[in-house]
């Protein structure tokens, strides 16, 4: 049986305002009716890594690394996967959701990859030491990354790129929740993005939209009120600045659609819909 979207939408508050996990775990057990009824509800919404790989390491279409360098004096640190078919390919920043750099981004960073894409996972997160294991400790960490910090790692990730032997000289960005609204952010002030691919991001400010030169591709749930609400201004602003843009909202699905970690958030259809557009998108855009 589907959860209550009253429990959802609570747990998108936890995760977003954010809540301190026991105010959460309260008011989860008073919507719920029961304990055994708010772990249960708990259990289908917080991330299981372990059940969602879709693209193993071993995988052989792909290769895996880590990356820890340094770009024009900014730190980098994360995940890179390449495909192994011979060629210059394009590439892709995978930006990561208010979680930092896990298990699940490194999965979808190999997606990428084996759908013949340079895929770079980057850790946000590098200026304060790093993706901790304890997720609420990394989503506390956010609220002190400073927005030029995130703007210089997406600048030297897209240099870092660029460099490699395999790439095109095309580099595009897809994020997933805040780094949804990242790639938004950079598609506004790094000229040289090739694409920009948002999953649930917040928009930036609609004066913003004049200075976008890449095509952008937003993924968008029609439950998810508090991302959706930031669009239409957006949305206005873009077509005023004869921006190329799509928008595609997904009807009856919540926040986080696509992260199959996530068992009761997760739409299938919705989330395989969205990555094979997202795939033809960077196709289209950094060939």
Not at 43 to 51: D, M, S
Not at 232 to 258: D, I, S, W
Not at 277 to 284: D, M
């Amino acid at each position: 049986m589907a959860l209550d979207q009253r429990i959802i939408d609570l747990y998108d508050e936890y995760t977003h305002k954010p809540l301190p996990r026991r105010v959460f775990l309260e008011r989860l057990g008073i919507m719920a009716g029961s304990t055994a009824a708010a772990t249960a509800a708990l259990t289908a919404l917080e991330p299981n890594y372990a059940q969602a790989q879709q693209v193993p390491e071993t995988d052989a279409r792909i290769t895996t690394e880590r990356v820890k360098t340094q770009v024009g004096g900014v730190d980098l640190s994360g995940y890179l996967a390449r495909p192994k078919a011979a060629g210059k390919v394009g590439s892709v920043i995978v930006i990561h959701e208010n979680r930092g750099l896990n298990a699940h981004i490194e999965d979808v960073t190999r997606r990428f990859a084996a759908a013949g894409f340079l895929a770079l996972g980057v850790d946000f997160l590098t200026p304060l030491g790093g993706t901790p294991a304890d997720a609420d400790a990394a989503r506390d960490l956010f609220a002190k990354l400073g927005g030029e910090a995130v703007v210089a790692q997406a600048k030297a990730a897209m240099a870092f790129l660029k460099a490699d032997a395999s790439s095109n000289g095309k580099v595009g960005a897809v994020g997933f929740c805040w780094g949804g609204g990242i790639v938004n952010i950079i598609s506004t002030r790094e000229p040289e993005l090739g694409a920009g691919v948002v999953f649930y991001g917040v928009a930036p400010p609609a004066e913003a939209a004049a200075r976008i030169k890449a095509p952008l591709l937003v993924h968008l749930a029609s439950l998810d009120a508090r991302v959706n609400g930031t669009y239409p201004a957006y949305e206005a602003a873009l077509k005023a600045a004869n921006v190329r843009y799509t928008v595609q909202m997904y009807e009856g699905v919540n926040h986080a659609f696509h992260n199959d970690t996530s068992a009761e958030r997760y739409n299938k259809q919705a989330a395989d819909l969205a990555f094979t557009r997202s795939v033809e998108f960077f196709k289209a855009n950094l060939s």
